[in-house]
């Protein structure tokens, strides 16, 4: 028979239906199974049924990448080839986030770089809010990027722009403000440049995780702002996809992991700020540990992807987290932790699970949403 076809009964078609409609039948089976299609009406009309059926079972595949795929191929490139100078672990984050959202930027058209976005944080216990553009988000990643790149020796964004204060929202108002026109997606192009250069640039200055960024009215060690940065480009992203309706997934379980380790760090040093300022829950009373002691303290049980639990210190910066002197527990999913710390989600309205000290309990929670700024 011509095409490769084999000879078969006609029973023996009928019955080779279903495994042609799920393309399961060998090369020579199928040229018969077509060949017959042609002159048999009813198996003709058959088959176009199956391969509906075969159609409605099948699920739709998305058009988007896997945002794990990035870091399988490198992975896979560098198990065979490790590169000359790596980038040190502590900046894959940033790295990995960078490239994320420029993907994103890649897709969106000139008109959308101009869709409103309102950034949020939490301030004095109370949300906060500023409205701004999609390109106006990318500005202000570019100006507080910058923190760390002046603390590398490399050019500040801002240039001979002066902003009033040091502080991340102040560069971002001052270039905001010193723009002829509002942001548009040419900042893309800088944006970049300086992430680029601050990847390189911590590959090659080797051990400098402990180099101190500033941050105006307080410091991060170059490693712990790396992690801040990536966990800022992963925020603002999700505003940014959120804008332009474009899907976005969270950043893989081993970054998110570290991002809300960073949170957990930095959470005594946030209580103790909310107690001088008077924000601390009523009736609470820190007792006096000594530094480097054990003293009460709250388990914090993330969840779900980037899980794990901390034990948060709540008397004193210097104190240590002690099980046995556990007063309550919260338990979070990472994601839902991690909108918490970006002033995203109220602390009241956050999904989590508690036990123990209520007051306790609020002040911790409270305190998450304090770790947001612009």
């Known amino acids: ?3 490769g076809a084999v000879a078969l009964g006609h ?29 048999c009406d009813a198996c003709a009309d058959e088959a176009l049924r199956l391969r509906e059926a075969v ?50 930027l890649q897709d969106i058209g000139d008109a959308e770089w101009h869709a409103p976005v309102r950034l949020r944080w939490f301030e004095a216990d109370e949300a906060a809010s500023r409205r701004t553009t999609v390109a106006g988000v990318l500005a202000h990643l570019l100006t507080v990027d910058g923190l760390v790149a002046v603390a590398l020796g490399l050019d500040d964004p801002l240039g001979d722009i002066t902003a009033p204060t040091p502080a991340p929202a102040g560069r971002t108002e001052a270039y905001w403000r010193a723009s002829h026109y509002p942001p548009t997606r040419t900042v893309r192009a800088p944006w970049r440049e300086q992430s680029h250069g601050i990847v390189r640039t911590v590959s090659f200055t080797g051990d400098a995780g402990r180099m101190p ?26 505003d940014i996809a959120d804008a332009v309706d474009y899907p976005y997934e969270p950043p893989s379980a081993r970054h998110l992991n570290r991002m809300i380790d960073l949170a957990a760090r930095m959470l005594p040093g946030v209580l103790a700020a909310r107690r001088r ?44 987290g002690s099980a046995e002197h556990e007063v309550a527990h919260v338990a979070l999913d990472g994601v839902e932790f991690c909108r918490l710390a970006a002033g995203h989600v109220p602390p009241a309205e956050a999904a989590a699970g508690q036990m123990g000290d209520r007051e306790a309990i609020r002040d911790v929670l409270f305190a998450a949403a304090s770790l947001s700024r612009m």
């Not at 393309?23 to 042609?38: I, N, P, R």
């Not at 490198?74 to 986030?97: F, K, S």
């Open 1 to 3: 028979m011509p095409g």
């Open 11 to 39: 029973h023996v078609l009928t019955s080779l239906l279903g495994a042609w409609a799920l393309a399961a039948c060998s090369a020579e089976e199928a040229a018969a199974v077509e060949e017959h299609l042609g002159e």
């Open 55 to 104: 159609a409605l079972l099948q699920r739709p595949e998305s058009l988007d990448l896997d945002p794990a795929l990035r870091t399988r191929v490198l992975d896979g490139c560098l198990e065979r080839r490790p590169p000359r100078i790596p980038v040190p672990e502590w900046a894959t984050p940033y790295d990995a986030e960078t490239a994320r959202l420029d993907a994103l």
């Open 213 to 238: 960024v500033s941050y105006g009215d307080f410091e991060l060690p170059l490693h712990d702002a790396m992690l801040d940065r990536a966990f800022e480009c992963w925020v603002h992203a999700e």
């Open 277 to 320: 300022a008077g924000l601390a829950a009523p009736g609470v009373r820190p007792h006096l540990v000594t530094a480097g002691e054990p003293g009460r303290s709250l388990r914090l049980e993330i969840e779900g992807s980037g899980g794990g639990e901390w034990l948060i210190p709540l008397d004193s910066p210097g104190a240590v």
